[in-house]
């Protein structure tokens, strides 16, 4: 590869992030505090119907916009559990483990009173723990009378409809096998971070869903300063992958997170074949982008070539620095500009005007000097408007991405013009 080419290329840094800042506080409850379910027995003596093989228990129903909070996390709602009810057996059954029901070896206790079927993967756990946690699995257990539930090693059975990994992260934070936040270092991968926050938000177990937000919002930052301490494979605590990015749009409209959008996004724009393939799971499903944030991508990826393609501009302008020291750099800051564009003609979308808008020109520029020797105080005018053109991008992240975020933070509010 010759000198020329090299010096076209931009190459980005992977620093690490630092330490995550305190964890937010319990989320407010609203002030409702009738029962949430005053027809509960009336309605249960009009069940008749046989489940159908796949049924399950009880859904939880889609949460109302009203019911969320100013951070994008869902309150508590009230959910009436009698408008599934007519999912539960009828009759006295016992399942047998001899079949296809395997236990699960983390989580089946001898001692568990109550017994969690999800597909051929049954958990045995404790019935109290749950509730204390989550008043869905309390509403859950409340309709799984011994009388009219089916028995596994004489305790009720309850089916449950996720997929068996995603509920086995669920149970091991709740019957404290696995802690969380993880020890720093000792880095969770984004599947299990997903998995928990999908269960968390379902079954609304509040402390840890706030938790794990929090720490996906420490990776899909609002903040620049954040944003640059990152590494493209995660930070501290969290392992991530670049087809994650899929997961994380999809978290961020369950859970209303707007804020998580924009980096996301912008990480699928950076995809390639996984963009329209997807992200399999562990139990062999595939997630992908629902159509209109894919359109998202395709505009974004647009709006970015523009914006790296200005940026390359801005960079290379051929006026020197107030300070400048030498008579020369005025005539290479012409090179290195007559480069750029050469370079631009000879590949429009490479990697001067990609789709990494956001990445740093450090390395090119430091590189391109070898080529054509600037003063220190060009030089540094140089990384001072890579950054000044980073900051822009950044601020106008969200309209990119077409999106908008309310409490997205405008690096350039208290920053200097470089001149």
Request: proline share 8%; glycine share 4%; with cysteine.
């Amino acid at each position: 590869m010759s000198l020329r080419k090299a010096v076209l290329q931009r190459i980005t840094p992977l620093p690490s992030r630092t330490p995550s800042p305190s964890l937010p506080h319990e989320w407010t409850q609203p002030p409702d505090t009738e029962p949430v379910f005053p027809d509960l027995v009336q309605h249960q003596q009009q069940i008749h119907r046989e489940p159908e093989p796949d049924e399950h228990i009880a859904t939880r129903s889609k949460s109302p916009d009203s019911f969320m909070s100013p951070n994008g996390v869902v309150k508590r709602w009230r959910v009436n559990i009698t408008d599934h009810a007519a999912s539960l057996p009828s009759e006295l059954a016992t399942v047998s483990l001899s079949g296809t029901v395997k236990r699960d070896p983390d989580l089946w206790f001898e001692d568990g009173n109550i017994v969690l079927l999800c597909r051929d993967m049954a958990f045995r756990v404790y019935r109290g723990l749950l509730t204390r946690h989550s008043v869905i699995f309390r509403d859950l257990f409340s309709m799984a009378q011994p009388s009219a539930s089916e028995t596994m090693e004489s305790c009720p059975v309850v089916h449950i409809s996720d997929p068996p990994d995603d509920l086995r992260h669920l149970l091991r934070i709740l019957c404290g096998i696995r802690k969380f936040p993880v020890i720093p270092g000792e880095r969770m991968e984004f599947a299990e971070l997903a998995a928990l926050i999908r269960m968390s938000h379902k079954y609304h177990v509040e402390d840890l869903h706030s938790r794990a937000m929090h720490h996906l919002k420490l990776y899909f930052t609002n903040d620049l300063a954040v944003w640059d301490t990152a590494g493209v494979d995660g930070n501290l605590f969290l392992h991530i992958t670049p087809p994650d990015a899929i997961v994380a749009v999809n978290l961020a409209r369950l859970t209303h997170t707007d804020s998580v959008l924009p980096t996301a996004l912008y990480l699928c724009c950076q995809l390639d074949a996984e963009l329209t393939a997807g992200v399999e799971r562990p139990d062999g499903s595939t997630e992908r982008l629902e159509p209109k944030d894919l359109e998202l991508v395709l505009r974004g990826r647009t709006e970015l070539v523009r914006a790296s393609t200005r940026g390359a501009c801005t960079i290379c302008r051929p006026a020197p620095s107030a300070q400048c020291a030498s008579k020369g750099c005025e005539r290479a800051l012409r090179e290195i500009l007559n480069m750029m564009l050469d370079g631009l003609q000879k590949d429009p979308i490479g990697d001067i005007a990609g789709y990494a808008a956001l990445d740093s020109w450090e390395h090119w520029i430091e590189d391109v000097v070898e080529l054509w020797p600037l003063c220190e105080p060009c030089r540094a005018m140089l990384h001072a408007r890579d950054l000044e053109v980073r900051r822009d991008v950044w601020k106008r992240l969200p309209q990119y991405m077409g999106v908008a975020v309310e409490d997205w933070k405008d690096p350039t509010v208290s920053a200097t013009p470089t001149k």
